[in-house]
């Protein structure tokens, strides 16, 4: 497995957060379990990519992509240099998110709230932390440390 980059940079595909924890979207269909997401597929590159997302199509594709929070570089925070890195780019994060939301087409919004509504109501009993989230990826409510961007 390549070594994961620090929190922020590009993401390599390493595939580490899914190994270790779930995704939002992964606690609702999977339901909470130990090891790697059951989504995660071998790129045949030596990395790994989500399924979730590679699967979707349609509309479906763009909530898809915002509930793993692609595009916003490794979002897996396992040191100390990671989450001074996460705490630097919460904000910035949190803008781009909602400009990725509002960029969304009625329909793409409908499946994303569905989804990220039904996620939020399964992963709250089962993890009531952090107070500030982030609002996608492996940093959303409910994450242990780490998010993700394939
Ligand atoms: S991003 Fe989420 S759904 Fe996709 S492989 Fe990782 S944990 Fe699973
Ligand atoms: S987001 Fe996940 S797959 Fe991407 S570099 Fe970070 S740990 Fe690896």
């Known amino acids: 497995?390549?070594?994961?980059?620090?929190?922020?940079?590009?993401?390599?595909?390493?595939?580490?957060?899914?190994?270790?924890?779930?995704?939002?979207?992964?606690l609702l269909v999977f339901g909470p379990r130990e090891g790697r997401c059951p989504a995660l597929e071998?790129?045949?590159?030596?990395?790994?990519?989500?399924?979730?997302?590679?699967?979707?199509?349609?509309d479906y594709r763009k909530p898809a992509e915002l509930m793993i929070g692609a595009g916003h570089g490794c979002d897996m925070a396992g040191t100390p240099q990671d989450y001074a890195e996460r705490e630097k780019?919460?904000?910035?994060?949190?803008?781009?998110a909602r400009r990725e939301e509002e960029a969304l087409t009625p329909d793409q919004r409908r499946i994303f709230l569905a989804w990220k509504t039904a996620a939020v109501a399964k992963i709250r009993p089962i993890q009531p932390g952090p107070t500030s989230p982030?609002?996608?990826g492996h940093g959303a409510p409910g994450k242990p440390p780490g998010e993700a961007e394939h």
């Open 42 to 58: 071998p790129d045949g590159l030596g990395g790994f990519r989500c399924g979730f997302v590679d699967h979707a199509e349609g």
């Open 89 to 96: 780019r919460r904000p910035h994060i949190i803008r781009q």
């Open 134 to 136: 982030l609002p996608s």
């Open 1 to 26: 497995m390549r070594p994961k980059p620090i929190y922020g940079a590009p993401c390599n595909n390493c595939g580490l957060c899914c190994v270790v924890s779930q995704c939002p979207i992964s």
